[in-house]
């Protein structure tokens, strides 16, 4: 094994299986996929649709097919956050369909696998893919400390190659998170290398409490809760001369919604101020407050506290 493995790719997998993840090894890609070309893992999907929604046999086949043939990554972003219905026995009219419980985290099934072989006119493999209920949300590229090359451009060059290479990794993609198994960059599908940044606060644990800077930032993107938070809650698409662009919060605006949010649910007090300085992303905050208090009622607020 090379340092890639030994101090990136293996330190991620270890850390993830200890904040709730299962670890799916290599040999079980092809029994968990209906072709080497497909990259939703079949087994898992299936049973969190019956499990979560109580549909039939029929019906769960019927959505696993019809969700298979979409492409689109904010139609994708829109169905995990629950925008998505159908006829299935035993209604006269559509229901929604969920695939992901953000009412009860426990009810979903965490993943995390590596090199993962997606076929293509270029195959490729990736090091690490994060899963929720069978759909990769997640991709992870690791490289080695032990070079002294430009890490952070050498994987994103990697990202930016399987986005072109194997699209079928990304319609359900919410963001990608590169690593050197020190520091963790992370940005949304598509996003340009100087969108790309670090997550610097993992509020409201201290920095301190993390053995290192590897765990805290893995922590505080991929921790079950928070992920599903940032999933349902800081992930827009916005139209800027005529292109689709996908913007995911950073750290302070994560830390000022939820503690915004928490305020207004309690009620106790009327009024408070967000300090930003210039650039910061204050019109970004408040769309993201807005779409965190719109689903308050429906998307219970993940909690935030120290494990």
Avoid at 57 to 86: C, F, H, P
Avoid at 120 to 127: C, G, M, Q, V
Avoid at 200 to 217: C, I, M, Q, V, Y
Avoid at 245 to 260: D, E, G, P, T
Wanted: charged share 25%.
């Amino acid at each position: 094994m090379g340092g890639e493995w030994l101090f990136a790719e293996k330190p991620v997998l270890d850390y993830l299986q200890t904040i709730g993840y299962s670890y799916l090894r290599p040999e079980a890609h092809e029994q968990s996929r209906d072709a080497e070309n497909h990259v939703i893992f079949k087994p898992l999907l299936i049973a969190a649709l019956k499990r979560i929604n109580k549909i039939s046999d029929r019906d769960t086949e019927a959505v696993y097919q019809e969700l298979v043939g979409k492409s689109n990554n904010e139609e994708w972003t829109m169905i995990l956050r629950g925008n998505y219905s159908r006829m299935v026995e035993g209604h006269d009219t559509n229901q929604t369909i969920r695939l992901i419980d953000f009412l009860n985290p426990a009810n979903n099934t965490f993943t995390v696998t590596n090199q993962l072989t997606v076929k293509s006119e270029k195959p490729r493999r990736t090091d690490v893919m994060v899963y929720i209920n069978g759909i990769p949300v997640v991709m992870i590229e690791a490289k080695s400390p032990l070079n002294w090359k430009n890490k952070t451009g050498e994987a994103f060059d990697q990202v930016k190659q399987y986005e072109r290479d194997i699209p079928r990794l990304f319609y359900t993609n919410q963001f990608n998170i590169i690593t050197d198994g020190t520091n963790c960059l992370y940005g949304t599908t598509g996003s340009p290398a100087k969108f790309f940044g670090a997550w610097k606060d993992p509020w409201p644990r201290k920095a301190d409490s993390f053995k290192n800077t590897l765990e805290r930032g893995l922590w505080s993107l991929l921790e079950p809760a928070r992920l599903l938070d940032l999933i349902a809650h800081f992930i827009v698409f916005e139209r800027e001369d005529g292109k689709i662009i996908k913007k995911i919060c950073r750290y302070h605006q994560f830390r000022a919604v939820n503690k915004l949010v928490e305020r207004v649910a309690e009620g106790k007090k009327k009024r408070g101020l967000v300090w930003h300085t210039q650039g910061s992303g204050k019109s970004l905050t408040m769309v993201y407050t807005a779409l965190k208090l719109k689903k308050h009622q429906t998307v219970e607020a993940p909690s935030l506290s120290n494990p």
